[in-house]
């Protein structure tokens, strides 16, 4: 006698499964789906600042964001997440499935340079992200910290300016030596040409500031994202002989007040380990807003200058 079976289609089935239960995957967004991407990133605007800048910048398909735009959606077609999969891996996300479909797109890029998100949603991406026994590198606590207002007391020092062409030589060692301190890798000695680049779009943007005196340099921060509702900031450094001066919280007063007259908050990340960092920032008026984590991972030599 033989045993009757049953097929039941994948359509069918899914009737049975509670939608937050099933499965999800990440798709690549296309040109033309800004919008929608938008509206559901800007939900939280200081987590989400660098890739609303990247795609208001570049859109969702450029070799300028040094990856690929990823969504993941239910089945009504709203979005539940998206993510950068690249050079920088970033995450925002409503869904533990959604978290877990990014993950999946993730594994399949080989060329990851570091994964960052808040604390908790960086160890659930870990775990389905790093199946193959994958270890990282390096990791990085830091704290996100927000500023919204300067005091009226607080002195400034209107000779900061926006940097020029001719002084990239100038800021770019010190944002490479920024970038070494932090993550291991000098990108003045893996990617030299695509680094000075980068640099020298920013100074193009309009998003260098410095304080030069005598040709020196003595105070510099990088406008990394800018949106209409928050500015992140990185790459702050003052010259070593003026850091027990009032030199930096003058130029930071003044820097807050020119960005502050363009968008709602300041935000930067500073790593938890550097005390005299987060005292400084403190001391500027920037408040605690969450904890992240970076991962940093290790690099084939083909990998590095892409």
Same mark, same amino acid.
């Not at 009737?15 to 999800?24: A, I, R």
């Not at 970033?90 to 990851?112: F, I, M, Q």
């Not at 990791?139 to 927000?146: D, N, T």
């Not at 928050?230 to 002989?241: A, H, L, Q, R």
């Given at each position: 006698?033989?045993?009757?079976?049953?097929?039941?289609?994948?359509?069918?089935?899914?009737?049975?499964?509670?939608?937050?239960?099933?499965?999800?995957?990440?798709?690549?967004?296309?040109?033309?789906?800004?919008?929608?991407?938008?509206?559901?990133?800007?939900?939280?605007?200081?987590?989400?600042?660098?890739?609303?800048?990247?795609?208001?910048?570049? &859109?969702?398909?450029?070799?300028?964001?040094?990856?690929?735009?990823? &969504?993941?959606?239910?089945?009504?077609?709203?979005?539940?997440?998206?993510?950068?999969?690249?050079?920088?891996?970033?995450?925002?996300?409503?869904?533990?499935?959604?978290?877990?479909?990014?993950?999946?797109?993730?594994?399949?890029? /080989?060329?990851?340079?570091?994964?960052?998100?808040?604390?908790?949603?960086?160890?659930?991406?870990?775990?389905?992200?790093?199946?193959?026994?994958?270890?990282?590198?390096?990791?990085?606590?830091?704290?996100?910290?927000?500023?919204?207002?300067? /005091?009226?007391?607080?002195?400034?020092?209107?000779?900061? +300016?926006?940097?020029?062409?001719?002084?990239?030589?100038?800021?770019? /060692?010190?944002?490479?030596?920024?970038?070494?301190?932090?993550? &291991?890798?000098?990108?003045?000695?893996?990617?030299?040409? &695509?680094?000075?680049?980068?640099? $020298?779009? +920013?100074?193009?943007?309009?998003?260098?500031?410095?304080?030069?005196?005598?040709?020196?340099?003595?105070?510099?921060?990088?406008?990394?994202?800018?949106?209409?509702?928050?500015?992140?900031?990185?790459?702050?450094?003052?010259?070593?002989?003026?850091?027990?001066?009032?030199?930096?919280?003058?130029?930071?007063?003044?820097?807050?007040?020119?960005?502050?007259?363009?968008?709602?908050?300041?935000?930067? $990340?500073?790593?938890?380990?550097?005390?005299?960092?987060?005292?400084?920032?403190?001391?500027?008026?920037?408040?605690?807003?969450?904890?992240?984590?970076?991962?940093?991972?290790?690099?084939?030599?083909?990998?590095?200058?892409?």
């Amino acid at each position: 006698m033989f045993q009757q079976t049953h097929t039941i289609s994948p359509a069918v089935s899914a009737l049975h499964v509670p939608e937050e239960f099933q499965p999800m995957t990440a798709e690549i967004l296309r040109a033309g789906e800004e919008s929608d991407v938008l509206e559901f990133l800007m939900q939280r605007p200081i987590h989400t600042v660098a890739m609303v800048s990247m795609i208001q910048d570049n &859109g969702l398909e450029s070799t300028l964001n040094r990856g690929t735009f990823y &969504g993941v959606r239910d089945l009504n077609g709203n979005l539940e997440g998206v993510g950068l999969v690249g050079h920088a891996t970033l995450l925002e996300t409503v869904s533990d499935r959604a978290l877990e479909a990014l993950a999946e797109a993730a594994r399949n890029y /080989p060329k990851t340079h570091m994964i960052m998100a808040e604390q908790e949603r960086v160890a659930e991406f870990w775990e389905s992200y790093a199946q193959t026994g994958q270890e990282p590198r390096l990791l990085c606590r830091e704290w996100l910290m927000e500023l919204q207002s300067v /005091p009226a007391s607080a002195k400034g020092i209107s000779a900061l +300016r926006l940097a020029t062409e001719e002084e990239l030589d100038l800021v770019a /060692p010190i944002q490479a030596q920024l970038a070494f301190e932090e993550s &291991g890798v000098d990108p003045m000695m893996t990617d030299p040409v &695509g680094f000075r680049k980068r640099c $020298l779009r +920013r100074i193009h943007q309009g998003r260098t500031w410095v304080l030069i005196e005598n040709g020196e340099l003595i105070f510099k921060a990088d406008v990394i994202s800018e949106t209409i509702d928050v500015i992140y900031i990185e790459g702050v450094w003052v010259k070593e002989d003026r850091r027990n001066t009032d030199c930096a919280t003058r130029c930071m007063a003044e820097l807050s007040r020119r960005l502050l007259a363009k968008a709602s908050s300041i935000c930067l $990340l500073s790593n938890e380990l550097n005390t005299r960092a987060l005292a400084f920032y403190k001391k500027c008026g920037f408040q605690f807003r969450a904890t992240y984590e970076t991962v940093f991972l290790t690099l084939s030599d083909e990998s590095r200058t892409n």
